[in-house]
């Protein structure tokens, strides 16, 4: 492994950096649901009197989300919040996604807002002021069908300001293959031409553990194309989701993780946030629980066992 020294600053160091020290690669994928909440938070708020529904609803994620961010400090390196769910609730909602970014990061968490944006111009530069600037996310999850001048006001706080950006180059959903796998006349699929377009776009990003601060979506759904991508994508940290509720095991991800058992990071949501729905008791400690298991099933499937 190469020797890592701590900047405080450069997203691909501080999250290797994490996976050592917590000896974990587990992403916390924050996606409140409430119908899937638990019965004792919901019925803590219903009875109570809210201007509106969506209030409530903001009131019920507020302290579903605060314990989950204390219950698994021991166990996840970071959290990916989903903000779909945040901006149904509207300005209310919008509201809790940046406490929710400045609660999880004041725990130690690295925060990566999953908000999938892109565009061009003044509103591509826009949203990265929103998510990264003043919500305070360290990473992002970007589009890149627009290409490089979509992705430029990323990409550039990557280089000079040490945020994380992760571009989407194959997903998780059955469908992908529609668009990603499509094979181009120069040879290769799309998604292939993405990622070679990453190497591009991460250049000039790297950290002193050799990762750089541009990074790339690989679902675990597809494992045979994302052992591909690792070795296509030497020093590109992957954000990996697909892990549990989509289908994709600890043992299908070996071939994610580079010759050290390290630069990659696996998303769960609902199998960790609704565990309790599993595990009967108290649904904190089921979740714990669930984190857990997947901590160590990933830290053997990366070989550091």
Known sequence: MTEGRSTGEHFADRLLEAIETKRSHVVVGLDPDYALLPPQIRAAHEQARYATEEEMKVACYRDFLNALLQSLRSEAIAVKIQIAYFEALGARGYGLYEDVVAAARDLGYLVIADVKRGDIGSTAEAYAHAHLDVAGADAVTVNPYFGADGLEPFLRR???????????VKTSNPSSAEIQDLDLLSGGPVYGRVAD????????????????AVGAVVGGTHPGQGAALRTQMPGVPLLIPGYGAQGARAEDLSGFFDGNGTGAVVNSARAILYAYRNHPGDWKAAALREAQEMRAALWEAAGRV
């Open 197 to 212: 377009l990453v190497n591009i776009w991460g250049a000039g990003s790297e950290g002193s553990w050799g990762y750089r």
């Open 158 to 168: 990557a280089r000079e300001e040490g945020k994380g950006v992760f571009v989407l």
